[in-house]
């Protein structure tokens, strides 16, 4: 089975630029997790989806962040505009309904904002 | 912190000895889960544990949970240098879906 397939695996780019992460996850998943991750603030959740629909947005650092999932197979995290301390490795995870299943992670996208 | 604590941030043992690693936890969990990442990866699940378990196995690893203690230990025997890698314990408070991760523990195994 394909595991979460996420998109870019690395992105530079100046600041100002619009960045998009994008993630497949796994087929038959109901909920989907966006994380970000820092030396600094380790691993953080920014948004997570169930059936699509937003759920907990409260870890979105600002408005230029915004997520979205138009379909279960396919979510987009965007930063616009971008800033260099976005510059860090943003995961994607899906899961199973059941609240006793594990996460499974993509090999997230590294984004280097200059 | 608010999530609880992992210990230690890093450990460095000899190939084929033991590690052991701690996680602890603030208020009542529904489960508590390890995971592990290699350099450039995404995390791997390891293990799960309900709150209602006091130990698992999976080949070399055992995981305990002592909710007494808010506190769990992921044991690993007999390391191999594939080992080295970073571990994390994730947090399923009750009543919530979403997963608390801590810092996470950074294993080096040398051969």
């Known amino acids: 089975d394909a595991g979460v397939i996420q998109s870019p695996r690395h992105e530079v780019t100046e600041m100002g630029q619009e960045v998009t992460l994008r993630c497949k996850p796994i087929?038959?998943?109901?909920?989907l997790f966006w994380y970000r991750q820092t030396m600094m603030r380790g691993l953080e959740l920014l948004i997570y989806?169930?059936?699509?629909?937003?759920?907990?947005d409260s870890g979105m650092p600002e408005d230029r962040f915004s997520a979205k999932m138009p379909n279960a197979s396919f979510s987009t995290l965007k930063i616009q505009p971008s800033e260099p301390r976005d510059s860090a490795v943003y995961f994607c995870a899906s899961s199973l309904q059941e609240g006793n299943q594990p996460q499974h992670f993509g090999d997230g996208t590294r984004l280097s904002i200059l | 912190s608010q999530q609880g604590e992992e210990d230690p941030q890093a450990l460095s043992i000899q190939e084929g000895e033991n590690a052991t690693m701690n996680c602890s936890y603030k208020t009542s969990i529904n489960n508590l889960q390890w995971y592990r990442q290699n350099s450039g990866r995404g995390l791997v699940h390891l293990i799960l544990?309900?709150?209602?378990?006091r130990e698992k196995h999976s080949g070399r690893l055992r995981v305990t949970l002592d909710t007494s203690k808010k506190s769990s230990s992921l044991l690993i025997t007999a390391s191999r240098a594939a080992d080295t890698a970073s571990y994390f314990c994730a947090r399923r408070y009750q009543g919530a879906q979403k997963l608390v991760f801590g810092q996470g523990t950074r294993l080096t195994i040398n051969p």
């Open positions: 544990i309900r709150s209602n378990e």
């Open positions: 989806f169930n059936n699509n629909v937003p759920i907990d």
């Open positions: 087929s038959g998943h109901d909920y």
